[in-house]
């Protein structure tokens, strides 16, 4: 069940979006687990590794249709393990077919096995020949504003800058350069890997993200269906203080809660 406002919407490739939470699919223990996870998670947009995941291309094994339903939720097939523009640009195509023409995808190409770190030559090239072709892109990226600012004039409708390293759940190192990604954006931002525990995803919707994307956070924690509600609770929960507005930083000078007239002497 969403924690979000119903009127508290976010747009997305044309599509009106209410959960702020996206999660992915992968590393849980079953498919049982998963589906118990994504809907503890409220999420209304679910990724699907297309290269790890069965969703149709391999008949005759469990299939993650089975316990995630394109009629309930929008599947966002996405291209991690792939390291050229033509890998992914061939798995998205695949993806395409599998779903009927569904053309809402996330794009990520990596530049190396041990960070996984987005590769943003090959990025770029992988955006503007999918743009051409057809597809709505969310693409994943560094946290550069100026790369994030040529993939949104590319045409892409979302750009999802790392937090910090895939899988790492060190949470935002770098607030200052979202910040500044943020404030020039016209589209949907949202925070990309690196998110490891709720005060981290609460962190990336106060600076004003539009949401968080993640799965290693749930999928690895002891509880992961716990910890996907936590991270409902925890995106709402920003939400919120984004929308309130923190009171001013005063690093010096302290202000009494209480008023300072009408004490009782």
């Not at 090959?122 to 743009?131: F, Q, V």
Request: proline content about 5%; aromatic content about 4%.
């Amino acid at each position: 069940m969403s924690t979000q406002p119903e009127s508290d919407v976010f747009t997305l490739a044309g599509r009106s979006i209410r959960s702020r939470l996206l999660v992915g699919t992968g590393k849980y223990a079953d498919l049982a687990q998963t589906r118990e996870a994504v809907e503890a998670s409220g999420a209304e947009i679910v990724t699907v590794a297309i290269r790890r995941t069965n969703i149709g291309q391999n008949p005759g094994e469990p299939s993650l249709l089975e316990v995630i339903s394109p009629e309930r939720y929008t599947l966002l097939p996405n291209t991690a393990g792939c390291y050229t523009a033509e890998e992914a640009v061939r798995t998205l195509r695949l993806a395409r077919e599998l779903l009927d023409g569904h053309p809402l995808v996330k794009l990520e190409v990596l530049g190396d096995q041990d960070t996984l770190f987005p590769n943003m030559v090959e990025t770029l090239k992988a955006a503007a020949t999918l743009i051409k072709d057809g597809f709505e892109v969310m693409v994943y990226c560094s946290d550069d504003p100026i790369m994030a600012r040529q993939l949104e004039d590319m045409g892409c409708v979302a750009i999802m800058p790392l937090a910090s390293l895939i899988g790492s759940g060190m949470g935002i190192l770098n607030p200052w350069n979202l910040g500044i990604i943020l404030e020039r954006a016209r589209v949907p931002v949202i925070v990309d890997a690196g998110v490891g525990t709720a005060s981290d995803a609460a962190i990336a919707m106060e600076l004003g993200c539009a949401g968080v994307l993640m799965n290693t956070a749930i999928a690895q924690a002891r509880q992961p269906v716990r910890m996907a509600h936590a991270m409902a609770l925890a995106v709402a929960a920003g939400r919120e203080a984004f929308l309130a507005g923190r009171m001013a930083k005063k690093p010096y000078r302290a202000s009494a809660s209480s008023p300072l007239t009408g004490l009782i002497q």
